[in-house]
């Protein structure tokens, strides 16, 4: 545990206790003009850097004021002018915030007479994708909670995602603050990494980092020289999907996942067994043993040698399921688990779900991850989930805690790029997925209402019942595939409201946004009046939605 000095702690518990209670306040801007300078050591880790650019900038954008950057003296600065320390330096560690014992991704956010400091567990490397780039950037999270702390925030990335209030005076209550995210692979979707890093996604580890290239890389290295190690297509000759079994692929993949653990950084130092979607099998009902034998024997061949490695087994497809004479798996293995969180909108299904995430924990990998899949069927309708994220990621901190291995986070597959139809529904899932996997503990009903009350101003309490009526009718599995007509009239009437209530507003264009997404709802139920007009027919929810796709030009 980092220290800091008795006379720090006690300005403060934390950001929460700090913002509800009248304590002092340090200024940053006064009246339009700085009372601040940002203090950057020349030689600050590359997230610092980047860090200190933030802050300024998002400073700027509060009061219109560009505030100076300057290396960091030994000495206190001039009395009236505060000092804003970014990232670990002599002046941080003579104040007694160290970076060292930090965890990793995690930060100290001290806020004094005349000081800011926000010192963090920070890497040699940085990069705004963290699937590429892995070290820690706990300095930068700092900052982005010290700019939350202001009233910033990033809703969904684009135009307009972000609020950031206007002010020509900023002062930030007095108080000291320790954090790190309960989870260390947040993963929370393939694009807008930038804007990930700004809600708290990231991670210090990439455990998809091969993807599927293992029985890519046997295929063009030895398809031709060996074709006995690939399985036969239909046709009888050698295919794409080598045997992961055969002693000789084990040999070759232990080979490449050696050369990977030793010219990548630690976070990057994990290699998938995996076969190709959609290939050959071995047809003996087996698969999830066939799979992991591959796996245990590149394990095995490694375990010694290459210690810091870690073979991946994704769990996934009809290879899901631990093979039933598996007791326990070696030290070097982390499962990586399939599994959508439509898996558990259903109890049964629910119960299932975490049946096999236990029973996973009962082989006792290093470490269990997951790999989620979001969206509705051709996202039309809003698969907006909020508590059902919030109660799986509670559920599943709480199994890490107890249960007999750890499990460590997740990453989304399918991503969803800003300005789609979709964006706003999916991107507050993942808004709301980053801010629990950083702490399981937040309330899910307190963050909807922070996101209506900041995105949509005076329309918040109509948004509010929107956001609730989508996840409730979607929840339904009577509507989960097409919304019921009533429920899409409902729908219509609260954002009219909203609309009224924010007409001639700079909030007026976020419900655009929202009204865009809206959009095919509405065609598609035009579309089922016109049908119930010609008939009293009871028509299958799931027929009639693609009867509406081949009609309706989305």
């Not at 930030?172 to 694009?191: C, L, M």
């Not at 130092?269 to 076969?275: A, D, F, S, T, W």
């Not at 800003?418 to 801010?435: C, D, I, Q, R």
Request: hydrophobic letters at 40%; charged letters at 25%; glycine letters at 8%.
């Amino acid at each position: 545990m980092t220290h800091i000095p008795r006379a720090l702690l006690l300005l403060g518990a934390g950001v929460c206790s700090m913002a509800a209670s009248a304590v002092s306040t340090t200024t940053l801007v006064e009246d339009g003009g700085a009372r601040c300078v940002i203090l950057l050591a020349p030689d600050a880790a590359p997230c610092a850097k980047v860090a200190a650019a933030e802050f300024r900038l998002y400073l700027r954008r509060i009061s219109g004021v560009d505030v100076p950057v300057r290396a960091p003296a030994a000495s206190a600065g001039r009395e009236g002018v505060t000092a804003v320390l970014i990232g670990a330096s002599e002046r941080t560690r003579t104040l007694g915030i160290d970076s060292q014992g930090i965890p990793s991704e995690g930060f100290v956010l001290h806020v004094g007479p005349d000081l800011v400091a926000v010192v963090g567990n920070d890497g040699p490397a940085y990069g705004v994708n963290y699937r590429f780039s892995t070290d820690s950037a706990g300095t930068l999270y700092g900052v982005y909670r010290l700019l939350e702390m202001l009233g910033v925030r990033w809703f969904y990335p684009g135009e307009g995602g972000d609020v950031v209030p206007r002010t020509p005076t900023v002062r930030i209550p007095h108080g000291t603050t320790q954090n790190h995210p309960a989870f260390p692979y947040r993963h929370t979707g393939y694009a807008e990494f930038e804007w990930g890093r700004r809600v708290g996604a990231g991670g210090d580890r990439d455990v998809w980092s091969t993807r599927h290239t293992c029985s890519l890389d046997l295929h063009r290295d030895h398809h031709e020289g060996q074709p006995t190690w690939f399985l036969p297509n239909a046709d009888g000759h050698p295919g794409y999907q080598a045997d992961l079994a055969h002693p000789e692929v084990i040999k070759a993949v232990a080979g490449m996942a050696a050369r990977r653990f030793e010219t990548r950084p630690i976070g990057q130092r994990y290699y998938l067994v995996i076969p190709l979607d959609g290939r050959a099998f071995p047809d003996d009902g087996a698969r999830s043993r066939w799979v992991m034998s591959g796996a245990v024997g590149v394990a095995e061949r490694l375990r010694t040698s290459h210690p810091s490695g870690r073979i991946v087994y994704c769990a996934y497809n009809d290879y899901r399921v631990p093979p039933p004479d598996l007791s326990r798996l070696p030290p070097n293995v982390v499962v990586l688990i399939a599994l959508s969180r439509g898996e558990l909108l259903e109890p049964e299904r629910r119960a299932a779900a975490y049946e096999l995430i236990k029973a996973w924990q009962d082989r006792r990998p290093e470490a269990i991850y997951f790999c989620r899949y979001g969206g509705g069927r051709l996202r039309m309708m809003p698969a907006f989930i909020p508590h059902v994220i919030a109660a799986d990621v509670k559920r599943l901190n709480t199994m890490s805690e107890e249960g007999a291995c750890p499990i460590r986070g997740e990453m989304n597959f399918v991503g969803v790029k800003a300005g789609s139809p979709f964006s706003w529904w999916e991107h507050l899932n993942e808004y709301v997925t980053a801010k629990l996997l950083w702490d399981p503990r937040r309330d899910v009903d307190a963050l909807l209402r922070d996101i209506c009350l900041r995105l949509f101003g005076p329309a918040s309490e109509p948004m509010e019942a929107f956001l609730k009526l989508c996840e409730n009718a979607y929840l339904d599995p009577t509507q989960r595939d097409l919304f019921a007509v009533e429920t899409i009239d409902q729908l219509e009437i609260l954002l009219k409201q909203a609309h009224l209530a924010v007409k001639e507003t700079p909030f007026e264009a976020r419900l655009d946004a929202v009204h865009d997404g809206f959009a095919s709802l509405a065609r598609i139920r035009s579309k089922l009046r016109r049908d119930d007009a010609a008939s009293t027919e009871v028509v299958d929810a799931g027929l009639a939605f693609e009867d509406l796709i081949q009609g309706l030009q989305l």
